[in-house]
């Protein structure tokens, strides 16, 4: 194994100091790991998740296994970005439970906007985009995985300082190249777990409610698939066209086909057609429509 101070450009994180930061009498974090590497965070939380209390939080320096939406794969350097895992277990109606990927969204781009002074934009339903050359390009993606023991483990993986020539995809992005404020991971970590734990536990208290918690207002406002001409790729080989207008309230997408129906997506692939209009020219919004 490498030795982790080989590239000081980055440094490991501070397990230690990260602890001592997050991990408070009552809080949402009791527990936080930081390993050199492994298959994927999600997977390790999920095969231990019996037993685990919530607010359990893995961080990998690398992850050689790691996995998006649809079992997508991707990689990045070792520490070139946060990659890591939290164990929930949210006691709201099931039907809510679609809304976790988007409340993660909402924490990881109000931290970002505040640590690390970037613009972000949402796109449906677990992409983080940041605009790079004058292009969105997608910085960080989300999955939710529900464990045997009626857990979910939350996973994030966000690119911080991958450089051009480290791009996985020309469609990538990082916070490097969108010259945010600071590359360091240890105060961008603590400021998304705890952006993170505050709307999980608004939205917690409101038994899962995304309007009462201010959740779907958050999202809708942050979204920029709202207002543009979509592809929702849908399981079984399945499309379909239409303007994203609004979220539901079990945070589908609510598109209007060219015949004028309205159709909700709550799965699939999101390609955005065209740019997203000036917001005065946006329609919809965080309402059921």
């Not at 982790?4 to 009791?30: C, E, I, K, Q, V």
């Not at 946060?82 to 109000?110: C, M, Q, Y």
């Not at 009626?150 to 969108?178: F, K, Q």
């Not at 080989?237 to 539901?248: K, P, T």
Request: hydrophobic content about 40%.
């Amino acid at each position: 194994m490498s030795n982790p101070y080989s590239d000081l450009d980055r440094p490991p994180l501070h397990a230690t100091a990260l602890r001592r930061a997050l991990l408070r009498p009552g809080g949402l974090w009791t527990a936080l790991d930081v390993v050199p590497r492994t298959g994927s965070t999600n997977t390790d939380l999920r095969e231990r998740s019996a037993g685990t209390p919530e607010g359990a939080v893995l961080v990998a320096e690398e992850q050689s296994g790691a996995r998006g939406r649809l079992d997508r794969r991707w990689s990045a350097p070792p520490r070139s970005g946060l990659f890591f895992s939290v164990l929930l277990r949210p006691e709201v109606p099931p039907a809510r439970l679609g809304w976790l990927p988007l409340l993660a969204g909402v924490a990881l781009a109000t931290a970002l906007s505040r640590a690390a002074g970037v613009d972000t934009a949402l796109k449906w339903p677990n992409d983080l985009l940041l605009t790079v050359d004058g292009e969105e390009r997608k910085a960080a993606g989300i999955l939710a995985e529900a464990t045997q023991d009626g857990a979910v483990v939350l996973g994030i993986g966000l690119n911080v300082s991958l450089r051009a020539d480290e791009l996985p995809v020309p469609t990538a992005g990082s916070l490097a190249l969108a010259d945010a404020l600071t590359l360091d991971r240890d105060p961008l970590l603590r400021a998304v777990l705890r952006s993170l734990a505050d709307w999980y536990e608004r939205w917690r208290e409101a038994d899962g409610d995304p309007v009462a918690c201010g959740l779907q207002a958050a999202y809708a406002a942050g979204c920029s698939t709202l207002g543009r001409q979509v592809r929702a790729e849908l399981p079984g080989d399945a499309e379909l066209i239409g303007e994203a207008v609004a979220l539901d309230g079990d945070g589908r997408l609510v598109l209007v086909t060219p015949g004028g129906a309205q159709e909700s997506v709550g799965a699939g692939d999101i390609v955005h057609l065209r740019p997203v209009p000036p917001p005065e020219e946006r329609q919809g919004g965080s309402g059921d429509e």
